[in-house]
T-cell receptor, first 120, second 109 residues
Framework: NAGVTQTPKFRVLKTGQSMTLLCAQDMNHEYMYWYRQDPGMGLRLIHYSVGEGTTAKGEVPDGYNVSRLKKQNFLLGLESAAPSQTSVYFCASAQLKVAGTGARRDQPQHFGDGTRLSIL | AQRVTQPEKLLSVFKGAPVELKCNYSYSGSPELFWYVQYSRQRLQLLLR??SRESIKGFTADLNKGETSFHLKKPFAQEEDSAMYYCALGNNAGNMLTFGGGTRLMVKP
Protein backbone atom coordinates (compact mmCIF):
# COMPACT_ATOMS: atom_id res chain seq x y z
CA ASN A 1 0.00 0.00 0.00
CA ALA A 2 1.24 3.46 -0.89
CA GLY A 3 -0.71 5.13 1.93
CA VAL A 4 -0.96 8.85 1.19
CA THR A 5 0.59 10.08 -2.05
CA GLN A 6 1.09 13.73 -2.92
CA THR A 7 1.89 15.15 -6.33
CA PRO A 8 3.92 17.06 -7.28
CA LYS A 9 6.79 16.93 -4.79
CA PHE A 10 8.23 20.29 -5.80
CA ARG A 11 6.94 23.27 -7.74
CA VAL A 12 7.98 26.82 -8.42
CA LEU A 13 5.31 29.29 -9.45
CA LYS A 14 5.20 32.93 -10.38
CA THR A 15 2.92 35.28 -8.51
CA GLY A 16 -0.57 35.12 -9.95
CA GLN A 17 -0.27 31.65 -11.44
CA SER A 18 -2.66 28.91 -10.45
CA MET A 19 -2.07 25.28 -9.65
CA THR A 20 -3.61 22.22 -8.04
CA LEU A 21 -1.97 19.87 -5.58
CA LEU A 22 -3.24 16.32 -5.60
CA CYS A 23 -3.54 14.01 -2.62
CA ALA A 24 -4.52 10.38 -3.01
CA GLN A 25 -5.01 7.77 -0.30
CA ASP A 26 -5.60 4.05 -0.70
CA MET A 27 -6.70 3.25 2.87
CA ASN A 28 -10.40 4.01 2.37
CA HIS A 29 -10.20 6.75 4.99
CA GLU A 30 -13.15 9.07 5.54
CA TYR A 31 -11.21 12.11 6.65
CA MET A 32 -8.65 14.02 4.63
CA TYR A 33 -6.72 17.18 5.44
CA TRP A 34 -4.46 19.79 3.91
CA TYR A 35 -1.88 21.51 6.11
CA ARG A 36 0.88 23.99 5.50
CA GLN A 37 4.13 23.82 7.45
CA ASP A 38 6.09 26.98 8.08
CA PRO A 39 9.18 27.41 10.29
CA GLY A 40 8.25 27.99 13.92
CA MET A 41 4.53 27.71 13.25
CA GLY A 42 4.08 23.98 13.09
CA LEU A 43 1.35 22.58 10.90
CA ARG A 44 -1.67 24.74 10.28
CA LEU A 45 -4.86 23.29 8.88
CA ILE A 46 -5.99 24.84 5.60
CA HIS A 47 -9.07 22.80 4.72
CA TYR A 48 -10.38 19.39 5.55
CA SER A 49 -13.01 16.90 4.47
CA VAL A 50 -15.04 14.45 6.54
CA GLY A 51 -16.28 12.52 3.54
CA GLU A 52 -16.74 12.43 -0.20
CA GLY A 53 -18.40 15.58 -1.47
CA THR A 54 -17.84 17.56 1.75
CA THR A 55 -15.22 20.15 2.62
CA ALA A 56 -14.71 22.59 5.48
CA LYS A 57 -12.41 25.47 6.33
CA GLY A 58 -9.54 25.06 8.71
CA GLU A 59 -7.39 27.64 10.45
CA VAL A 60 -5.88 29.31 7.37
CA PRO A 61 -8.24 28.80 4.39
CA ASP A 62 -7.86 32.14 2.60
CA GLY A 63 -6.38 31.90 -0.87
CA TYR A 64 -7.07 28.18 -1.18
CA ASN A 65 -9.90 26.03 -2.44
CA VAL A 66 -10.42 22.29 -2.18
CA SER A 67 -12.53 19.55 -3.68
CA ARG A 68 -13.30 15.96 -2.68
CA LEU A 69 -15.16 14.52 -5.64
CA LYS A 70 -13.87 11.02 -4.94
CA LYS A 71 -13.29 9.49 -1.53
CA GLN A 72 -9.67 8.69 -2.27
CA ASN A 73 -8.69 12.10 -3.63
CA PHE A 74 -8.44 15.54 -2.04
CA LEU A 75 -7.35 18.43 -4.24
CA LEU A 76 -5.93 21.73 -3.03
CA GLY A 77 -6.08 24.65 -5.43
CA LEU A 78 -4.34 27.98 -5.49
CA GLU A 79 -6.24 30.27 -7.84
CA SER A 80 -3.77 33.16 -7.80
CA ALA A 81 -0.54 32.26 -6.05
CA ALA A 82 1.10 34.78 -3.72
CA PRO A 83 4.60 34.75 -2.18
CA SER A 84 2.99 34.31 1.27
CA GLN A 85 1.87 30.88 0.10
CA THR A 86 5.44 29.65 -0.20
CA SER A 87 5.44 26.70 2.15
CA VAL A 88 5.57 22.94 2.48
CA TYR A 89 2.13 21.44 2.06
CA PHE A 90 1.12 18.18 3.70
CA CYS A 91 -1.88 16.05 3.07
CA ALA A 92 -3.15 13.60 5.66
CA SER A 93 -5.97 11.10 6.00
CA ALA A 94 -7.63 9.38 8.94
CA GLN A 95 -10.25 6.77 9.61
CA LEU A 96 -13.57 7.56 11.22
CA LYS A 97 -14.05 5.69 14.46
CA VAL A 98 -17.10 5.79 16.66
CA ALA A 99 -16.78 4.57 20.23
CA GLY A 100 -19.37 2.40 21.92
CA THR A 101 -20.83 5.52 23.50
CA GLY A 102 -21.41 7.01 20.08
CA ALA A 103 -18.63 9.52 20.55
CA ARG A 104 -16.22 10.05 17.70
CA ARG A 105 -12.65 9.42 18.68
CA ASP A 106 -9.55 10.77 17.02
CA GLN A 107 -7.69 8.31 14.90
CA PRO A 108 -4.05 8.75 13.91
CA GLN A 109 -3.55 10.83 10.83
CA HIS A 110 -1.43 9.35 8.05
CA PHE A 111 0.69 11.90 6.21
CA GLY A 112 2.08 12.21 2.73
CA ASP A 113 5.66 13.21 1.93
CA GLY A 114 4.78 16.83 1.37
CA THR A 115 4.92 19.26 -1.53
CA ARG A 116 7.48 22.05 -1.43
CA LEU A 117 5.97 25.06 -3.15
CA SER A 118 7.88 28.26 -3.90
CA ILE A 119 6.17 31.33 -5.26
CA LEU A 120 8.34 34.04 -6.75
CA ALA B 1 -10.51 27.77 21.16
CA GLN B 2 -7.99 24.99 21.46
CA ARG B 3 -4.32 25.76 21.48
CA VAL B 4 -1.06 23.82 21.74
CA THR B 5 2.20 25.39 22.85
CA GLN B 6 5.64 23.88 22.52
CA PRO B 7 7.89 26.46 24.18
CA GLU B 8 11.20 25.16 22.84
CA LYS B 9 11.96 25.41 19.14
CA LEU B 10 15.25 23.58 19.57
CA LEU B 11 16.45 21.15 22.20
CA SER B 12 20.03 19.89 22.07
CA VAL B 13 21.28 17.10 24.35
CA PHE B 14 24.13 14.62 24.44
CA LYS B 15 23.62 10.94 23.79
CA GLY B 16 22.59 9.15 26.97
CA ALA B 17 21.15 12.26 28.59
CA PRO B 18 17.48 12.48 29.62
CA VAL B 19 15.12 14.31 27.31
CA GLU B 20 11.90 16.17 28.01
CA LEU B 21 10.01 17.92 25.23
CA LYS B 22 7.39 20.21 26.66
CA CYS B 23 3.82 20.54 25.49
CA ASN B 24 1.05 22.60 27.05
CA TYR B 25 -2.49 22.84 25.81
CA SER B 26 -5.66 24.80 26.38
CA TYR B 27 -8.98 23.07 25.78
CA SER B 28 -12.38 23.19 27.44
CA GLY B 29 -13.37 19.59 26.79
CA SER B 30 -11.80 16.22 27.47
CA PRO B 31 -8.48 16.33 25.59
CA GLU B 32 -7.03 13.73 23.29
CA LEU B 33 -3.33 14.31 22.85
CA PHE B 34 -0.74 12.94 20.48
CA TRP B 35 2.96 13.21 19.71
CA TYR B 36 3.99 13.06 16.06
CA VAL B 37 7.58 12.80 14.85
CA GLN B 38 9.27 13.67 11.58
CA TYR B 39 12.70 12.15 11.00
CA SER B 40 14.96 13.59 8.35
CA ARG B 41 13.66 12.83 4.86
CA GLN B 42 10.70 10.89 6.22
CA ARG B 43 7.04 11.72 6.47
CA LEU B 44 5.36 12.85 9.65
CA GLN B 45 4.19 9.85 11.67
CA LEU B 46 2.42 9.14 14.92
CA LEU B 47 4.75 8.44 17.84
CA LEU B 48 2.27 7.92 20.65
CA ARG B 49 -1.14 8.95 21.98
CA UNK B 50 -2.13 9.49 25.57
CA UNK B 51 -5.08 7.09 25.62
CA SER B 52 -2.78 4.20 24.75
CA ARG B 53 -0.50 4.85 27.73
CA GLU B 54 2.27 3.09 25.87
CA SER B 55 6.02 3.52 25.49
CA ILE B 56 7.29 3.83 21.94
CA LYS B 57 11.03 3.80 21.18
CA GLY B 58 11.60 4.47 24.89
CA PHE B 59 9.42 7.60 24.88
CA THR B 60 6.55 8.13 27.27
CA ALA B 61 4.13 10.99 27.78
CA ASP B 62 1.74 11.52 30.66
CA LEU B 63 -1.31 13.70 30.46
CA ASN B 64 -1.43 16.11 33.40
CA LYS B 65 -4.85 17.74 33.35
CA GLY B 66 -4.05 19.95 36.34
CA GLU B 67 -1.09 21.50 34.57
CA THR B 68 -2.63 21.04 31.09
CA SER B 69 0.57 19.42 29.92
CA PHE B 70 1.59 16.40 27.86
CA HIS B 71 5.37 16.40 28.02
CA LEU B 72 7.35 13.78 26.09
CA LYS B 73 10.13 12.08 28.00
CA LYS B 74 12.92 9.62 27.41
CA PRO B 75 15.47 8.67 30.08
CA PHE B 76 18.42 8.11 27.72
CA ALA B 77 18.49 9.88 24.38
CA GLN B 78 19.92 8.17 21.29
CA GLU B 79 21.34 9.83 18.17
CA GLU B 80 18.55 8.30 16.10
CA ASP B 81 16.02 10.26 18.18
CA SER B 82 17.11 13.44 16.41
CA ALA B 83 13.99 14.68 14.64
CA MET B 84 11.20 17.24 14.67
CA TYR B 85 8.54 16.52 17.28
CA TYR B 86 5.00 17.89 17.21
CA CYS B 87 2.44 17.78 19.97
CA ALA B 88 -1.17 17.68 18.75
CA LEU B 89 -4.60 18.06 20.36
CA GLY B 90 -7.80 16.51 19.04
CA ASN B 91 -11.18 18.24 19.04
CA ASN B 92 -14.51 17.04 20.46
CA ALA B 93 -15.82 15.96 17.09
CA GLY B 94 -12.86 13.64 16.66
CA ASN B 95 -12.05 14.93 13.21
CA MET B 96 -9.42 17.62 13.64
CA LEU B 97 -6.00 18.09 15.20
CA THR B 98 -4.36 21.30 16.37
CA PHE B 99 -0.58 21.10 16.21
CA GLY B 100 2.01 22.91 18.27
CA GLY B 101 4.86 24.76 16.64
CA GLY B 102 7.20 21.80 16.93
CA THR B 103 10.50 21.17 18.73
CA ARG B 104 13.61 20.07 16.91
CA LEU B 105 15.55 17.58 19.00
CA MET B 106 19.24 17.21 18.30
CA VAL B 107 21.10 14.41 20.05
CA LYS B 108 24.84 14.89 19.89
CA PRO B 109 27.32 12.00 20.08
Amino acid sequence: NAGVTQTPKFRVLKTGQSMTLLCAQDMNHEYMYWYRQDPGMGLRLIHYSVGEGTTAKGEVPDGYNVSRLKKQNFLLGLESAAPSQTSVYFCASAQLKVAGTGARRDQPQHFGDGTRLSIL
Amino acid sequence: AQRVTQPEKLLSVFKGAPVELKCNYSYSGSPELFWYVQYSRQRLQLLLRHISRESIKGFTADLNKGETSFHLKKPFAQEEDSAMYYCALGNNAGNMLTFGGGTRLMVKP
